[in-house]
């Protein structure tokens, strides 16, 4: 297969000195990552400990560690604040009889205080399960069901959506905010913390106890819980330190929100392990409100999204001269693929080339990139990080020459590798199917320099905005319309948004085609499943294309869409 794409053109390359590279992978050992741990003599371990209490303990108690702000709020919190809430925190879910191993779950908007009681779950040694505020009922549903929590933390408004009498494991419901009802099992939020003693024993835990859980949509079944340790705090450090490049100085700003996992490992974790002020912006995107988020806050490392960057290019470049950007010093990427046009125009736009970094849920913090000192190449997603080897492997496992399309693959282990899959061992088993290799579901080619190129999903996962969307649960939700027989869900390309989502839906007896019932169906799954995962486009078929085992021919629809050969059909049904 030939790409043409590859070559770095020299304007380009930001560090022409590529060997910087290779003596980092050379010099490269974990164990010597390790030893910057304070549980590396004593092997018991807490991340919340690493991320907060121990920089107060080594005198910067007064530093700040959060810098919130949104449209109607704006707070510092030093480390030292951030210590003493989280200790309190911990007391809260202690008095309630929650502690190791116990999945705490926390359903609401950014606030210091979503901040603060992820920390304290961790304290207490509890698996903390961050949930984002746009899913509605039977999403939340899913996940609280499936991970059996004991306690959520949410907010009188979120409240409705939590289904409670179907939930007989879910004990606590602690409520953040104003007004806040009684009833059994709700706790409030801020008298209960007004009550809590200060003084907190860390529950002390094994590198191997479980630390997070983030669930993320596969092409068939419900939402994967992807379950992470403790012992992946060695990457989170380490990839904040080479990869955001992160110093004692920096203001970082990173725009995912903790339900998602870039926001917990590079939003909470990577910044803190290595002491650096972390600036939160609540609310909705905004140019105007970003660019005045980075300027007020002074911010030097930013690490957002392709979408994001698609919008502000959108926004044009006039109105960055409004703002100072010029601390800006490193801005990076995630999420999906980075078009070489965005890291030309970022470069224009802000003097910065755009890092892009290739990572995923399940691999719990980043392994592809482009840093500091590596030359890049615009639309690739960079070189593995010191310490993991990838490779592009053919379905055998067998690895392919350069230039050729096939499986990306990791080599195992990693820090933060996932440990399980919450009640799917199976599974997890899939993703190690290739003995010594993780494979991540993803397509790939790798040039001659080592530089890998993104190609897509090989299974039919949606990337909308950056978030990934399965097929599967929007179709389960629009057949439970009731015009709705059959759907099939495809992500269909989209200049903005990556993809958006597409549902060929075919209706049952009595029901005809209608704008108004495209927009009701489209209002269904917006409100019962969340609003990124709501079909944009909507096409009625008589008839939807299945394999004689029923199930849903996706591609033959994205084929249809795209005007592609249909491929292989034996297996379709007459
Ligand atoms: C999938 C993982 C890890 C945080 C965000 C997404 C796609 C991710 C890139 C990139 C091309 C990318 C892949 C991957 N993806 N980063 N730099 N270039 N594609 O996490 O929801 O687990 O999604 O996002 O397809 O497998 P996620």
Redesign the pocket.
Known sequence: MNHTHKEVLASEVTHSNLSHYEQAVERFSWKEIESHFTWYDTGKVNMAYEAIDRHVAEGLGDKTALLYSDSSREEAVTFAQMKEQSDKFGNVLRKYGIGKGDRVFIFMPRSPELYVSLLGTLKVGAVVGPLFEAFMETAVKDRLEDSGAVALITTPALLPRVKREELPLLKHLILVGEDIPEGEGLLNYQKEMEQASTDLQIEWLDREDGMIMHY?SGSTGKPKGVYHVQNAMIQHYYTGKVVLDLREDDVYWCTADPG???GTSYGIFAPWLNGVTNVIRGGRFSPQDWYNTLAKNKVTVWYSAPTAFRMLMGAGSDMISEYDLSHLRHVLS?????NPEVVRWGHKAYGQRIH???????TGGQLICNYPGMAIKPGS?GRPIPGVKAAILDDQGREVPPNTMGNLAIQTPWPSMMRQIWNNPAKYEEYFRIPGWYI???SAYMDEEGYFW?QG?IDDVI?SS?E?IGPFEVESKLVEHPAVAEAGVIGKPDVTRGEIIKAFISLREGYEPSQELKDDIYRFVKEGLSAHAAPREIEFKDKLPKTRSGKIMRRVLKAWELDLPTGDLSTIED
Not at 334 to 338: A, W
Not at 356 to 362: K, L, P, V
Request: avoid cysteine; glycine fraction near 12%.
């Open positions: 993320t998602w996992v870039t995630v999420g999906e693929p980075l892009d970094t290739w990572w995923m849920t399940e997603m991540s579901g993803d993104f999903r990337n950056g990934r």
